[in-house]
C-alpha cells in the first residue's frame, strides 16, 4: 500500500493576481492538493489573470489568516526563503507529505512562521526569482526527486498542446 503525497502551497500576502494565476498553474501541473493564501492584496484584486489551465477547477484556493491551521500531523512545514541557515534546494530531501509556504515577492515570511517550520530551504540563484518561477523549480525538484515512475509517451501524448505534432527522430550514430 502507498501513501498518498500531500502538497500544500501556502502564499503569505502575494503581491497580485498574475503571481496566484501563475501559482495555481504551476500547483495544476504539479498535482498540488490545495493553495492556500492571506493578506490583503489578493483579495482586492481582480480575477486570476495567468491561470490558463483553470487550475481552479480541480485545487483548492483557500484564503485563511494562518496558513498553517487544520494541517494533519504528519504533514511537515517547509519555508521557502532565502534565510540565514536554510538548506540548499538541492541538498533537500522531500518529506512525503508537505506544506510549503512562500513569502511576497517584496518582502520575506514572518519570523514566526519560520520558527514553526520543519525546515526552511532556499533556491541557490544569483539574485532572487519571482514567486510562481520560485514555485515551479520547488515543486519540479520534488518531483525529479520522487520515485514517480513516468510512462513518457503516454504523459507526452496526454499533456502537450493539440496543435504539437512533434516526435523525435531516432537516429543512428554516424560511422
Do not use: W
Not at 518531483?143 to 513518457?152: E, F, G, T, Y
Request: net charge negative; with cysteine.
Amino acid at each position: 500500500m502507498t501513501t498518498q503525497s500531500t502538497v500544500i502551497i501556502g502564499l503569505n500576502n502575494p503581491k497580485s493576481p498574475t503571481n496566484v494565476g501563475a501559482v495555481m498553474r504551476a500547483a495544476g501541473c504539479y498535482q498540488a492538493s490545495q493553495v492556500r493564501f492571506n493578506g490583503t492584496r489578493y483579495s482586492r484584486a481582480a480575477k486570476f489573470q495567468t491561470d490558463t489551465h483553470n487550475a481552479r477547477q480541480h485545487i483548492e484556493l483557500t484564503e485563511m489568516q494562518d496558513l498553517t491551521a487544520n494541517l494533519a500531523d504528519d504533514v511537515k512545514i517547509v519555508c521557502v526563503e532565502l534565510a540565514l541557515g536554510a538548506t540548499a534546494l538541492p541538498n533537500f530531501i522531500h518529506p512525503e507529505k508537505a506544506m510549503y509556504l512562500f513569502g511576497p515577492e517584496d518582502g520575506s515570511l514572518p519570523q514566526e512562521l519560520v520558527d514553526k517550520a520543519d525546515h526552511v530551504v532556499y533556491v541557490p540563484t544569483v539574485g532572487c526569482m519571482n514567486l510562481a518561477a520560485t514555485v515551479n523549480v520547488l515543486l519540479y525538484d520534488r518531483l525529479a526527486k520522487s520515485s514517480l515512475v513516468i510512462d513518457h509517451e503516454q504523459q507526452v501524448l496526454a499533456n502537450r498542446d493539440n496543435k504539437n505534432r512533434l516526435e523525435v527522430k531516432q537516429t543512428s550514430p554516424a560511422d
